[in-house]
């Protein structure tokens, strides 16, 4: 068996929180032309059956549109209700819905404050945690929670403390996930963006 065919995806379930648009749509579109299907979670519920119809169209593959806040708790069980409705089973939860605000930290709110927290990370965790009952449930799945390279540095001249802050706390958070439900065959990663070096030649 080749390498490509070892990446297929075909019959698996999937969803990926802030999958509307950026890194969450082009992850979405990654799984479905993997061959799974995919369920498309946003706030934003016209975007998000855009792209549920534009990867079906494209790949063939069977997709959903759902309007869901990860900071909301009664959003993301409905979201976890609709989504076993629709494909029976969850295989690979991408926690990925995530917002940054550049503001100097002496000058920023505690409202903002909390609002990156609570989507960032608390959605992370509300997410991961409705996920994972279901995947301890039926004996198995894949958690995936996006971080960042701002979770291991501090961007400059970008100031986001909060932002920085929330997904450092991701990092840990999915470590700690990792070894509670490592026994119960449910694996939790989380994926950042690389640091590339470049020496001057």
């Not at 969450?24 to 855009?50: H, M, R, T």
């Not at 945690?129 to 996006?146: D, F, L």
Request: glycine share 8%.
């Amino acid at each position: 068996m080749g390498i490509i065919e070892k990446m297929r995806l075909d019959g698996k379930k999937i969803f990926v929180t802030g999958g509307a648009r950026g890194i969450g749509k082009s992850v979405a579109a990654a799984f479905a032309e993997a061959g799974a299907d995919v369920a498309i979670v946003d706030v934003d519920l016209p975007e998000a059956q855009k792209t549920a119809e534009e990867l079906r169209e494209a790949t063939g593959a069977e997709t959903i549109a759902i309007k869901a806040d990860v900071t909301r708790p009664e959003d993301v069980n409905e979201m976890i209700r609709t989504i076993r409705k629709a494909f029976g089973r969850i295989d690979v939860a991408f926690c990925n819905a995530g917002i940054c605000m550049n503001i100097p930290a002496e000058e920023m709110t505690y409202e903002q404050w909390k609002k990156v927290i609570d989507i960032n990370l608390g959605g992370v965790f509300l997410t991961a945690q409705a996920a994972g009952k279901v995947m301890i449930e039926q004996g198995g799945g894949s958690i995936i929670n996006t971080a960042s390279m701002s979770a291991h540095i501090v961007n400059v001249p970008q100031p986001q403390c909060s932002y920085n802050a929330s997904k450092a706390g991701v990092i840990q958070l999915t470590k700690s996930l990792a070894i509670e439900w490592a026994g119960k065959n449910v694996r939790v990663n989380s994926i950042s963006q690389a640091i590339l070096e470049r020496s001057s030649l």
